[in-house]
């Protein structure tokens, strides 16, 4: 399964946001850069034209789980934990079917 990472350089205030898709389901980790996953914050789950699927608190343990659907065109997963910490990833059609 072929994956896109939207990653720039290191910065004290991204996160890192890995999605993957196992037997129809999203399974969504995010951590700081020293490895501490974010224990609170917002997750946002957008379709493909933007539009917001779901949004909610981060609720650990990871990985979060989400039922991918019908939601095969593509998927954006964001997630604020405040202060300047947030970040995405992008699942394409390609990792959803």
Known sequence: MA???CAGPAAAHQLSVFARV???VVLI????PDGRPVATGTLRILDATGA????QPV??????RFA???HTDGLRIEVDAGGGH?????LT???LN
């Open 59 to 64: 609720t650990p343990p990871y990985p979060i």
């Open 93 to 95: 059609p390609q990792d």
């Open 22 to 24: 196992e037997d129809g």
């Open 68 to 70: 991918v659907g019908d």
């Open 86 to 90: 947030d970040n995405y990833w992008l």
């Open 3 to 5: 994956l896109l990472v």
């Open 29 to 32: 980790e995010a951590a700081f």
């Open 52 to 55: 917001l699927i779901i949004e």
